[in-house]
C-alpha cells in the first residue's frame, strides 16, 4: 500500500521561504505523477502544481505563480516544492499526492504539512 509523508512546513514571515518534501514508499514511484495542493481554513483544496512521470510540469495559473517551484528526484523517491517570497495568503495545510499516468485521480494523499505565513 502507497504512502506519502510530507514534512518541510512551519511558520516564517512574509518574504520568506520553504522547501516542502513529500517522500513516497509502497509504490513504484518513477511510473506516478506527483501534484502539491493546499487547503486555506474555510476554503476549498486547490491545486498547486504537479510533475508528471517524465518529468512534465504543470502549475497553478493562481497559486504561487512564479514563486513556487516543483521537482521530484525518483532516487530518493521524494517530490519537493520551493516555495520563495511567501506571501500571508499562501498559510494553508499543503499537501501532496499520487495518481498513475494512466489514472485521471489520484490514488494516494498524504497527511498534509501546515505552512503559515505571518505579516
Known amino acids: 500500500q502507497g504512502q506519502l509523508v510530507e514534512s518541510g512546513g512551519g511558520l516564517v514571515q512574509a518574504g520568506g521561504s520553504l522547501r516542502l518534501s513529500c517522500a513516497a514508499s509502497?509504490?513504484?514511484?518513477?511510473?506516478?505523477?506527483l501534484g502539491w495542493f493546499r487547503q486555506a481554513p474555510g476554503k476549498e483544496r486547490e491545486f498547486v502544481a504537479s510533475i508528471r512521470w517524465n518529468g512534465g510540469i504543470t502549475y497553478s495559473a493562481d497559486v504561487g505563480k512564479g514563486r513556487f517551484t516543483i521537482s521530484r528526484d525518483n532516487a530518493k523517491n521524494t517530490v519537493y516544492l520551493q516555495m520563495n517570497s511567501l506571501k500571508p495568503e499562501d498559510t494553508a495545510v499543503y499537501y501532496c499526492?499520487?495518481?498513475?499516468?494512466?489514472?485521471?485521480?489520484?490514488?494516494?494523499w498524504g497527511q498534509g504539512t501546515q505552512v503559515t505565513v505571518s505579516s
Open positions: 499526492a499520487a495518481r498513475t499516468g494512466s489514472s485521471s485521480s489520484y490514488s494516494y
Open positions: 509502497g509504490l513504484t514511484f518513477s511510473f506516478y505523477n
